[in-house]
């Protein structure tokens, strides 16, 4: 947990070795836990017991409302991403991704994200950096109505290079035992599809091999940005766009009892994680033409020379949730009085009797003129 230790006395210039001289300042991690601890606090939730500074969190499961529940943990990371944020010096949105990845994947289960903790390595601390990753953490705990209760920061001299961080976020969510999806998915079941904000946080390995082939900069005006270059993001700015937070509209469904299952579209694409959410012996039918692919993939696709089968494996390709439903109007008009934007991409149907689950398209999705 991070924490500010007592007070000591200052070191003597004897000549002795120091922590510091190592090239661990204490100083500089006491620093970043007065940064932070603002951050912090703003994302108290019911059920947060204490503060930060302990050697472990504690939380009230009663005071949060449950009565027979099971917890649901997870844990992710902002993969390579995080090496466009550290050459782009973009810091303040990769807390953001760190959250939303591991509470999209609690979320699809059923349940209510409690709280969260993270861990932020790096070789020397920079405070000012540092503080803008927590900081964004924070953000997106408030996004998804969790806590953030701790974490720890490790300065680890010679491990990571000059100016570089990794990122691993741990999240911990509850859901009513009788209350845990999926359940109940069966052929005849809509799948409706929410927008993703782009990229997210999957596939940066491929993205960052694309912009060194096309030859931009970070610092470029994004290629694929509406309306005019010069006034629009920097191709950074643009690739750093957070993940979407789909907790609020995925919880609200659920708790009406109108989705049988959701799947989150991390990596792997809709081909590599919708089939996990269902059961043996049905297919996911999509039409892949039945929502707008943002232009960011197009011009992944484009400038990396990138197949349709490739792009589906690697990227969300628009869509980050996919939600299973029976009745598809109540769905859409719930989504839509929320002010979510929604498309109904495709069914379920009954493959071969015990079967693994499959998924085929009708059609794919346009990534736009080849020569574009």
């Not at 498309?343 to 990534?367: N, Y």
């Amino acid at each position: 947990m991070r924490s500010v230790p007592p007070s000591l006395p200052a070191a003597t210039s004897s000549g002795g070795a120091t922590y510091r001289d190592a090239g661990v300042d204490i100083a500089a991690g006491d620093a970043l836990v007065d940064a932070i601890k603002p951050a912090a606090r703003a994302t108290d939730r019911p059920g947060t017991m204490g503060g930060l500074g302990g050697f472990g969190a504690l939380f009230d499961l009663k005071a949060a409302g449950f009565a027979d529940p099971v917890l649901v943990s997870c844990t992710d990371g902002v993969g390579t991403k995080l090496m466009v944020a550290i050459e782009s010096g973009l810091h303040e949105t990769v807390g953001i991704d760190l959250v939303a990845m591991c509470v999209n994947d609690l979320v699809v289960q059923g349940a209510e994200p409690l709280f969260f903790l993270d861990y932020f390595a790096t070789g020397r601390l920079a405070v000012d950096d540092a503080a803008k990753v927590v900081r964004g953490i924070a953000e997106g705990c408030r996004g998804a109505g969790c806590a953030l209760v701790g974490g720890e920061t490790a300065e680890m001299p010679g491990m990571y290079g000059p100016g570089h961080y990794d990122l691993a976020g741990f999240s911990v969510g509850a859901a009513e035992r009788s209350a845990l999806l999926p359940a109940g998915i069966a052929a005849g079941d809509v799948l409706i599809g929410l927008p993703a904000s782009g990229v997210h946080s999957n596939g940066f390995s491929l993205v960052r091999a694309i912009v060194t082939r096309s030859g931009l900069g970070w610092d470029a005006p994004c290629p694929f940005a509406a309306g005019p270059l010069a006034a629009g993001p920097s191709l950074a700015e643009a690739l750093m766009t957070p993940t979407r937070l789909y907790v609020k509209p995925v919880l609200a469904l659920h708790r009406q009892g109108l989705i049988t299952g959701a799947a989150h579209i991390t990596g792997g694409g809709l081909p590599g994680n919708l089939p996990r959410v269902l059961p043996a012996g049905l297919t996911a039918v999509i039409d892949g033409a039945s929502w707008p692919v943002p232009p960011v993939f197009g011009w992944l696709a484009r400038t990396g020379q990138v197949d349709v089968a490739e792009m589906l494996k690697v990227f969300n390709c628009g869509i980050g949730m996919v939600l299973i439903a029976r009745d598809r109007d109540a769905v859409l008009s719930q989504l839509r009085a929320a002010g979510e934007e929604a498309f109904v991409i495709g069914r379920l149907e009954d493959g071969a009797a015990g079967a693994p689950a499959g998924l085929r398209f009708t059609a794919m999705p346009d990534f736009g003129p080849a020569g574009a």
